[in-house]
């Protein structure tokens, strides 16, 4: 198994542009999160889906957007890059929740708005 | 919503002595608390979780406490080697069966520094 997956690895974005982050998990898990890591914090989240057709808002969604049209694949779209949106994503997905439903993060997307 | 503080933010200890992080949050409902490992430049790996009707957990030389009075957890790593330099990550979470999505609120982190 690959777990997660998430492509590009880094991207340097104009302010304004648009792009999409993939991410594409081989598990079968239903829970699936995305998280932003700004330098010296914690992660936080933006968005989270309980399974394909279903998402809800996390701590900062503002800025975002996602859809999960599959099990395998939750895309984090970008509108009108931001200097704020400069940070590691990170994509996530566990098969439940709580004990015993680790969620297993991607390796990041490095994205810098210039 | 959950805030969970993260102290301290750096910790530095000579190789074989002990390390310990301390977390509190602020939802008293709160019954989940895994920790995360995050090597350099890494993705997070969690290493440990506790519920909140267990009191303490170990694993090696890894433990978590649980103090659910007072709001907070700690974990304690034993007999360091520099291998466990990295950052590390209290979260915590509402886990009511399916009420909830299994959310995540995360401390700050703690850089873990292990000098041999």
């Known amino acids: 198994n690959a777990g997660v997956t998430q492509t590009p690895k880094f991207r340097i974005l104009k302010i304004g542009q648009s792009m999409t982050l993939q991410c594409t998990q081989d598990?079968?898990?239903?829970?699936m999160y995305w998280y932003r890591q700004d330098p010296g914090m914690g992660l936080k989240l933006i968005y989270y889906?309980?399974?394909?057709?279903?998402?809800d808002k996390g701590e900062v969604p503002n800025g975002y957007n996602v859809s999960r049209s599959t099990t395998e694949d939750f895309p984090l779209r970008l509108e009108l890059a931001a200097p704020s949106q400069t940070s590691v994503y990170f994509c996530?997905?566990?098969?439940?929740?709580?004990?015993?439903?680790?969620?297993?993060f991607g390796p990041g997307t490095r994205l810098t708005v210039l | 919503g959950e805030n969970v503080e993260q102290h301290p933010s750096t910790l530095s200890v000579q190789e074989g002595d002990s390390a310990v992080i301390k977390c509190t949050y602020s939802?008293?409902?709160?019954?989940?608390f895994p920790w995360y490992k995050q090597e350099l430049g890494k993705r997070p790996q969690l290493i440990i979780d506790?519920?909140?009707?267990?009191g303490e957990k170990k694993d090696q030389r890894i433990a978590v406490t649980l103090n659910k009075t007072a709001k907070h957890f700690s974990l304690h790593i034993t007999e360091t080697q520099p291998e466990d330099s990295a950052v590390y990550f209290c979260?915590?979470?509402?886990?009511?069966?399916?009420?909830?999505?299994?959310?995540?609120?995360f401390g700050q982190g703690t850089i873990l520094t292990v000098h041999p």
């Open positions: 939802d008293s409902a709160s019954n989940y």
């Open positions: 996530a997905s566990s098969r439940g929740t709580g004990i015993g439903n680790e969620q297993f």
């Open positions: 979260a915590a979470s509402r886990y009511a069966g399916g009420t909830s999505y299994g959310k995540l609120t």
């Open positions: 598990m079968n898990h239903n829970y």
């Open positions: 889906s309980v399974g394909a057709g279903i998402t």
């Open positions: 506790i519920r909140s009707n267990v």
